[in-house]
């Protein structure tokens, strides 16, 4: 089912998914915090780094490998996952995707060298392809009215957002008070304990029935491609985008993707349904997931690397000066879960992006020596944006499907958010510490002159974050259908 009614889907397609789960604030509960972990994993090590440099006497480039390699396994596996989610059971693959993730946590909090680190992230990678797509598969499932629906995304969506906003926060906390090893020893428990509730309280629900085999070619191509492109755009900066390796990567990505949309339309049962493409709003929620994420990832890193490296702030402090992001996130995401129900998706959703825009706007008053106290509503603004956004986003995109293949919907959509965050930290990147003339910008803290340079990078990274916002505020005014959802 593809088409614009398919935004908010019927009582006859809702009702083929049984059974319902008879404890679905609990399940909401675990997908929720689930999701946290995944999205956070991505950020809460960066204010570990230092230390595990220095006992591990880690590299540069392999600190950096630390981060990159989780989003990489991450985003490049989140359609394969998502598919096999919709084909073998959505239960099951969240069950394995919190093993996976734990047995990584595990590898890296015990590792005795940088190299089982890596590995262990790589492990922690393989988790969240699995975790992210079922779980909203789950809540499609268990939350059949739109209401009900919106309100359980919201809920859903503000465990993004605070992953992404109080990941640096936590992780800067645990090193304080507890060593690096806790930042990842801290997620096998908290797996263990969601395991046991999510074996409590998410039923069973029948996989997507199907007489074909898995479509593994597809999930290859899909793999290469969105693993090439991910890996061009976060070792840009360090490689030079005009070297050899990085235009290859780009190159394989394109040619991969290409293929998989040349070999997804010749099959009877693809992987990805092309058709969902030609549906205008679910284009523009994709479009619009990867640009809050662009925006928010940005935000996060560098204003709290402006707090460090200009303002001189220890790692927690600055991690403390952007906590109103994730505020903002907290309270926008579960408003804008119960306005889907009452106005729809476009009205929140545009909401948001204006807000968002705005705030970034509002930040461009931000000089060296700015008060945090001047600025700090600027964060919330920016937060309550996302917050607002990212529910409609979400259930457009998985609205667009049968709900039996929420998953690959979810998929699709989250690895959009996947690449939009590593282009936030390598584009926003590249344009703020161009100001620099080469100088180093992690670390201590910069000069008077490094510092203001640091500053005008940062106003046009603030612009090209508002551009973006702007323009994804008007395509979902153009292709995002108004008026509420069907009942069901």
Known sequence: MV??????????????????????????????????LAVASASIVSLALPTIAHDLHASGQEQQWIVDAYVLVFASLLVAGGVLGDRRGRKGAFLAGLALFAAGSIVCAAAPSTAWVL?????????????????????????????????????????????????????????????WRWVFGINAPLCAALAVLAVRSIPRLAPEPSRRAFDFVGALLTTVGVGALTF???????????SALILGAFALGVASLGGFVAWERGREEPLVDMGLFRV??????????????FTLIGATVYYSAYFQQVQGRGPVEAGLCVLPLGAGVALGAPVAGRLIGRLGVRAPMCLGLALGALAM????????????????????????????????????????????????????????????????????????????????????????????????????ATLVSAALLAAAL??????????????A
């Open 3 to 36: 088409g614009d009614e398919a935004v908010f889907p019927s009582r006859s397609t809702l009702g083929k998914v049984r059974p319902r789960s008879t404890r679905p604030g609990v399940a909401l509960l675990t997908v929720a915090v689930a999701q946290f």
């Open 119 to 179: 590995a262990g992230r790589v492990v922690q990678g393989l988790g969240p392809p699995l975790v992210v797509p079922a779980s909203l598969g789950i809540i499609t499932a268990t939350y059949a009215d739109p209401a009900a629906r919106g309100r359980a995304i919201g809920l859903w969506s503000t465990g993004s957002g605070l992953g992404l906003a109080l990941g640096p926060v936590i992780g800067g906390g645990l090193v304080d008070v507890a060593g």
């Open 232 to 242: 061009g755009i976060i070792e840009g900066n360090p490689q030079g985008w005009g």
């Open 280 to 293: 205008p709003a679910f284009v523009a929620a994709n479009g619009a997931g990867l640009v809050v994420f």
């Open 361 to 460: 706007l509002g930040l461009l008053r931000l000089e060296p020596g700015t008060e945090v106290a001047a600025i700090w509503w600027d964060f919330v603004v920016l937060g309550l944006g996302a917050g607002l956004a990212l529910p409609p986003m979400t259930a457009t995109a998985v609205g667009a499907v049968r709900p039996a293949r929420a998953g690959m919907a979810s998929a699709v959509h989250n690895a959009l958010r996947q690449v939009g965050q590593a282009l936030g930290v390598a584009v926003l990147g590249a344009i703020v510490f161009a100001q620099l003339g080469g100088a180093e910008a992690s670390g201590a803290r910069l000069d008077d002159a490094a510092g203001a340079a640091f500053v005008r990078g940062l106003h046009h």
């Open 474 to 487: 008007g395509l979902a005014l153009v292709l995002v259908p108004a008026g509420r959802p069907e009942p």
